[in-house]
Nanobody
Framework: QVQLVESGGGLVQAGGSLRLSCAGS????????MGWFRQAPGKEREFVAV????????YYADSVKGRFTISRDNAKNTVYLQMNSLKPEDTAVYYC??????????????????WGQGTQVTVSS
């Protein structure tokens, strides 16, 4: 399994930006598609974005499309989530996760086998 640690969360005003990082351990990091999910208080965990193992293909939830960008640096075993034009409704704990395969056709959380501990993002209005 891949061990994952997120960082970069914090408090930001609406319209601002944050970049989340997720550092993975192990030489197998580059083999897996990686995803970001989020969970707001009282809500279920929801898919945000996914990137395939080679970094060539990405998918986003409609709610973040055009504002968030997922990327990865396999040499550093790190995946990123650049978040721009943040809205109060983006407030949540953000989790990165490693998929069980090198590609992901959906954002189904059950397809992801390893999860980080999460990082809090709070967007004030």
């Amino acid at each position: 399994q891949v061990q994952l640690v997120e960082s970069g969360g914090g408090l930001v005003q609406a319209g601002g930006s944050l970049r989340l990082s997720c550092a993975g351990s192990g030489r197998t990091f580059s083999m897996y598609a990686m995803g970001w999910f989020r969970q707001a208080p009282g809500k279920e965990r929801e898919f945000v974005a996914v990137i395939w193992s080679g970094g060539s293909t990405t998918y986003y939830a409609d709610s973040v499309k055009g504002r968030f960008t997922i990327s990865r640096d396999n040499a550093k075993n790190t995946v990123y989530l650049q978040m721009n034009s943040l809205k109060p409704e983006d407030t949540a704990v953000y989790y990165c996760a490693a998929h069980r395969r090198s590609y992901a056709s959906t954002g189904d959380a059950t397809d992801f086998g390893s999860w980080g501990q999460g990082t809090q993002v709070t967007v004030s209005s």
